[in-house]
């Protein structure tokens, strides 16, 4: 599991990037599971993610409303398969409106050039 936090800041909310391997919507609710583990994450507003598999794509945007598209889009763009991504976002009190979905892209962004996928 690899986890980039306090990538991004705007207007008091703060986004973390993290993933890894993922196979099947299982493996990603596990992932999500382990990933809450850690108070910090658990405690977050939103954990959206997405991955992608040769046979299926699936997403989840908890509660941030087409985020988790926004990443699958860039998983499939990237062709990054068998891998989750999921963006953390800690609600700092101001609506961001469209920026939010900027920070998403750049969250994943952020984390495929980690991985050297970008």
Excluded at 74 to 95: A, N, Y
Aim: net charge positive; glycine share 12%.
């Amino acid at each position: 599991m690899r986890i980039l936090e306090n990538i991004i800041s705007d207007r008091g909310s703060k986004y973390a990037v993290s993933g890894g391997p993922c196979a099947s919507e299982e493996e990603a609710k596990a992932f999500i599971k382990t990933l809450c583990t850690k108070k910090k994450f658990a405690k977050a507003t939103h954990n959206t993610w997405a991955f992608l598999t040769a046979d299926t794509a699936s997403k989840n945007d908890d509660g941030e409303a087409g985020a988790g598209m926004v990443i699958l889009r860039m998983l499939e763009r990237e062709g990054l398969r068998d891998h989750i991504v999921v963006v953390t976002r800690w609600f700092g009190g101001k609506h961001l409106g469209g920026d939010r979905f900027r920070h998403v892209q750049n969250a994943v962004r952020i984390y495929l050039d980690d991985l050297g996928a970008g």
